[in-house]
C-alpha cells in the first residue's frame, strides 16, 4: 500500500484558507487519494477524493500534483467546526489490500478565532 | 453521503463479560463492513473485514475469537467483545462499503460514529 506522510499539525485563522499538504510519492497509477477528517470522539467523515485532476465539492479542494507523489487539501473558508485530524490516505483498487483504508496519524488541525 | 449507525454509542461493562456493538447501513446494501478500532490520541487501526454471509477476515494480531464479527445481513454487521477486560476499552468504529455502478471507484466507503466501551 502506498504509504503518506502529512504534519502533526496545523493552524488556521478563522475564515481564512487552510491547505493541509500530503505526501504520497510511492502512490501507484490505479490509486485514488481520499481525504477523511474525524471530529473528536466521532467516526470520520468522507471530505473528497480525486485521481488525477483537482476536484471541488462544498466541503473543500483537492489539488493532486501532475506527478501524483503529492496532494494538498484545501478548505476555503476555515471555521472553528473544521478543527479535526485530517486523514490522507491511498486507497488500493485491487490486490489483497482492496478496499482496506489504512489511517496514518493524520494532520491536526486547529482552528482559531 | 450514505448513512451507517452504530448501537450503543457507548457502553460500560465489568470485566469478564461480552459486549455486543451492531453496525447498521441504513439506506444502502452493503456486502462489505470494516471493524476499526482506536486508542486514545492514536489513529485508526483496522480489526477486521466483515463479508455478509461468510467468516470474517481479521488483521494480524486481532483475536478472532475474542472479537466475534457477526454479517448476517446486507445492512448489519455486529462485532461481539468478549470476555472484555480493561484494556478492550477503546473507540469501536465500523464503515460499510456502499457499491457504486457506472462511477469510478465502483464503491465509496462511510463511517459510523463510533461505539465508546470501557470495562471496568
Not at chain 1, 487552510?18 to 497509477?29: D, E, M, R, Y
Not at chain 1, 485530524?85 to 489490500?97: D, K, N
Not at chain 2, 450503543?8 to 456486502?31: H, M, N, Y
Request: proline residues 6%; charged residues 15%.
Amino acid at each position: 500500500d502506498a504509504k503518506t506522510t502529512q504534519p502533526p499539525s496545523m493552524d488556521c485563522a478563522e475564515g481564512r484558507a487552510a491547505n493541509l499538504p500530503c505526501n504520497h510519492s510511492t502512490i501507484s497509477g490505479n490509486e485514488y487519494v481520499y481525504w477523511y477528517r474525524q471530529i473528536h470522539s466521532q467516526g470520520p467523515q468522507y471530505i473528497i477524493h480525486g485521481l488525477k485532476n483537482n476536484e471541488t465539492n462544498e466541503m473543500a479542494s483537492l489539488i493532486i500534483t501532475e506527478d501524483r507523489k503529492s496532494s494538498t487539501l484545501i478548505l476555503p473558508h476555515a471555521t472553528l467546526r473544521d478543527t479535526a485530524v485530517y486523514y490522507c490516505i491511498v486507497r488500493p483498487t485491487g490486490g489483497t489490500s482492496y478496499g482496506k483504508l489504512t489511517f496514518g496519524q493524520g494532520t491536526i488541525l486547529t482552528v482559531h478565532p | 453521503g450514505a448513512v451507517v449507525s452504530q448501537h450503543p454509542s457507548w457502553v460500560i461493562c465489568k470485566s469478564g463479560t461480552s459486549v455486543k456493538i451492531e453496525c447498521r447501513s441504513l439506506d444502502f446494501q452493503a456486502t462489505t463492513m470494516f471493524w476499526y478500532r482506536q486508542f486514545p490520541k492514536q489513529s485508526l487501526m483496522l480489526m477486521a473485514t466483515s463479508n455478509e454471509g461468510s467468516k470474517a477476515t481479521y488483521e494480524q494480531g486481532v483475536e478472532k475469537d475474542k472479537f466475534l464479527i457477526n454479517h448476517a445481513s446486507l445492512t448489519l454487521s455486529t462485532l461481539t467483545v468478549t470476555s472484555a477486560h480493561p484494556e478492550d476499552s477503546s473507540f469501536y468504529i465500523c464503515s460499510a462499503r456502499q457499491p457504486r455502478e457506472g462511477t469510478s471507484p465502483t464503491y465509496e466507503q462511510y463511517f459510523g460514529p463510533g461505539t465508546r466501551l470501557t470495562v471496568t
